[in-house]
């Protein structure tokens, strides 16, 4: 992987901003579809269980886009185009460059330094509460040295991926259920597809809960992702 | 402090259009969400046509368990709150662009070749219920009419609100003889009744559930597209699962 490279090299930066407003455009149709029909599972056998709760659920005027169904549904297969372009010149960019390797989890190397960055927030957080009570904490937990990414950034990012993927494959399922019957069938079918469809929206944005509280956090590092970064010390030119 | 150099500049506005552009286009979207056949939205809907046509695939299905009777929703346009009414001396004329124009009754509808299939409904609200269907394959009766080799297939109705010619949809050429669409009077087993679409309706595994039309009264093979009631007040032309 070249040296020479930003933190956030373009294409990342660009692919990353055009997904804000087509997440949204997507979750914001979709749940103006959903309203249509707002339970899961085939007629006459409804989901049950932990699915129950979900049954019904009602989503206000502001979070819905399209006005109504058919407007929803060209919004929503207008957007999704897209959506998977964007995608594609994501994955295809990060592993053509190689920045794959420094994005993805992958278990051999970065499960272990994952658990550390968990214990160190743990640490970091008792620490914290420690100095509100005592006059003395002692010295603050140390992060470990990571490159771009700690193992647990890469844990969350790899799993923001898999969403995505999850999403748009069960959306293409339910979207052709017929065509992609077996696609269809590995989600438990037609309805099993559109519950994935639901759960893995609601999963996202669990994800983006904690993606903006740590960009809060860590508000230093926003500008980088617009600005991609300053360069390795080592070759800038004197 | 850093002074911001005429790039950034261009860079903080390139990726402002990167998030406004969408963003614009969904909210003009949203204002024509009434008209959808137009704008960009409208060109999109043809363009997904086209990709829809590419992906067709002909793919037969079939699926285990059945909808309980009283699960099974049933929708109208006709106004009055029950089915509409059969109109006396009722006939499903296969017409357009055949050699052999045909009106048949439904007595010489059952007592052709009949296939039973059971087949999941999809509707465009999200729901899915299953049934039994038997009924005469469209492509046999477009056999039997001569029917040339037109792209367009439109079904017709005796539902819908009095002051339109009833409900309508137009299907592609491919779909509508599919080995799975069928013209059906049985359902489950037992005749077709009144609010599932009596004396017969259009019934295929391959589309959504507006284009399945019910209380058929003519088939016709037409070299164009006729739009349908719900497609042409905004759900999408092809529909196809």
Known sequence: MGKTRRPQPFVIRLTHWIN????????????????????????????????????GIDFPDEVRLGGWLGGARHLHFAFAWILIINALVYLGYTFASGEFRRRYFWPPRDAKPALVQQIFYVKAFAWRVK??????????????????????QRAAYSGAVTLGALEVLSGIAIWKPVTFHRLAWVFGGYDGARFVHFLVLILIGLFLVGHLAMVAIHYK?????????????AEVKS | ?????????????????????????????????????????????????????????????????????MGWPSYHVAPGDGPPIQPPGWRLKIGG???????????ELMAMEKTTLR??????????????????????????AGARETDYVEFRSFDGPPDERGYWSSWDRESAVHAQ???????????????HGAPVRLYGASKLGYKQV??????????????????NRGYEWFGGT
């Open chain 2, 214 to 231: 019910k209380h058929l009264t003519e088939i016709n093979f037409l070299d164009r597209e006729t739009g349908g009631y719900w497609e």
């Open chain 2, 119 to 144: 087949l999941e409904h999809h509707c465009v609200e999200g729901w899915s219920a299953v049934a039994d269907w038997t009924g005469v394959r469209v492509a046999e009766l477009a056999k039997r």
């Open chain 2, 181 to 195: 669409t069928l013209v059906a009077f049985g359902m489950n087993g037992k005749p077709l009744s009144p609010a």
């Open chain 1, 131 to 152: 100095r509100l009570v005592s006059k003395d904490p002692g010295p603050a937990p140390v992060q470990a040295p990571h490159d771009l990414y700690n193992g647990l």
């Open chain 2, 1 to 69: 402090m850093k002074k911001i150099s005429r790039r950034d500049a261009l860079r903080l506005a390139g990726g402002l259009g990167i998030v406004a552009a969408p963003l614009l286009l969904a909210w003009r979207g949203t204002r024509g969400a009434m008209a959808p056949k137009e704008g960009v939205l409208g060109a999109v809907e043809r363009a997904n046509t086209s990709v829809e046509k590419f992906l067709y695939s002909g793919a037969e299905v079939s699926y285990d368990a059945l909808t309980p009777g």
């Open chain 2, 97 to 107: 662009m055949v050699d052999r124009p045909l009106s048949l009754t439904l007595d």
């Open chain 1, 20 to 55: 804000v407003p087509t997440l949204a455009v997507m979750a914001m149709s979709g749940l103006q579809i959903l309203r249509a029909y707002p339970y899961f599972g085939p007629q006459g056998a409804m989901y049950g269980g932990v699915i129950g709760p979900f049954q």
């Open chain 1, 221 to 233: 590092q926003l500008p980088e992702m617009v600005t991609g970064g300053e360069l390795p010390k």
